[in-house]
T-cell receptor, first 113, second 109 residues
C-alpha cells in the first residue's frame, strides 16, 4: 500500500537549478518529516512539521526550505541545487504523540550534476 | 556522541532466529527503543518499539534488559527477504530520530 508517496522517484538536475520534492500521505497523520541519506550512512533530519502551521529545522536545514500545504502534503525545495545535495531523500509521517513511530515513503533519488 | 552501538554486520541461516543486539548504556528513563530496517535503498520500515517491557508483534520480538542498557531484536524465523540494514534508535521526541550505521543482516540459504 502507498500510504506515503513521494514524487519524483528519481531526478537528475544541474547545479543552480531549483528543485521541489513532494510528499503526500493518506495516513491522516499530523506530523511529517524530511530526511536525507548519503551512501552508506544513516538518515539525517532536514525539516519537520508537527502540524500545518508548525515548521521546524532539523540537523541539516541549510540549503533547503519546506512548505506544508495541507495536513497531507509536505514539500521540500532546494532553491539552488549543488552537487553535495546528491542523496536519497525520504519523507516520513507520524501521529501526534512523541512516542509514535514514523512511517517512511519510498524515497527520491536526487542527483545534482 | 552515538546513543546506540550495534555490530556492523551479522549473518543468519534461513529459517533460524536472528538475534540483533543493541547497546544503549546512556539511555534515559523516558527514552524509548525503536527498531527499523532498510532493505536496499527503500524507505526505512518500522519494526517495533518499547520502553521497559518486552514487546512482540507480527514481525519481531524486542527484549529489553532490566537495566535498559541493552536490547535485542529477534526475528524468529529469518527469511531471505529479511536481509537488510537494521537500525536501533533511542529517543524521546519524534524530532530526535538519530540513525546510526546499523547492522547489516545477511540471511543465507
Amino acid at each position: 500500500d502507498a500510504d506515503v508517496t513521494q514524487t519524483p522517484r528519481n531526478r537528475i538536475t544541474k547545479t543552480g537549478k531549483r528543485i521541489m520534492l513532494e510528499c503526500s500521505q493518506t495516513k491522516g497523520h499530523d506530523r511529517m518529516y524530511w530526511y536525507r541519506q548519503d551512501p552508506g550512512l544513516g538518515l539525517q533530519l532536514i525539516y519537520y512539521s508537527f502540524d500545518v502551521k508548525d515548521i521546524n529545522k532539523g540537523e541539516i536545514s541549510d540549503g533547503y526550505s519546506v512548505s506544508r500545504q495541507a495536513q497531507a502534503k509536505f514539500s521540500l525545495s532546494l532553491e539552488s541545487a549543488i552537487p553535495n545535495q546528491t542523496a536519497l531523500y525520504f519523507c516520513a509521517t507520524s501521529e501526534r504523540r512523541d512516542r509514535d513511530a514514523q512511517f517512511f515513503g519510498p524515497g527520491t533519488r536526487l542527483t545534482v550534476l | 556522541d552515538a546513543k546506540t552501538t550495534q555490530p556492523p554486520s551479522m549473518d543468519c541461516a534461513e529459517g533460524r532466529a536472528a538475534n540483533l543486539p543493541c547497546n544503549h548504556s546512556t539511555i534515559s528513563g523516558n527514552e524509548y527503543v525503536y527498531w527499523y530496517r532498510q532493505i536496499h535503498s527503500q524507505g526505512p520500515q518500522y519494526i517495533i518499539h518499547g520502553l521497559k517491557n518486552n514487546e512482540t508483534n507480527e514481525m519481531a520480538s524486542l527484549i529489553i534488559t532490566e537495566d535498559r542498557k541493552s536490547s535485542t531484536l529477534i526475528l524468529p524465523h529469518a527469511t531471505l527477504r529479511d536481509t537488510a540494514v537494521y537500525y536501533c534508535i533511542v529517543r524521546v521526541n519524534n524530532n530526535d530520530m538519530r540513525f546510526g550505521a546499523g547492522t547489516r543482516l545477511t540471511v543465507k540459504p
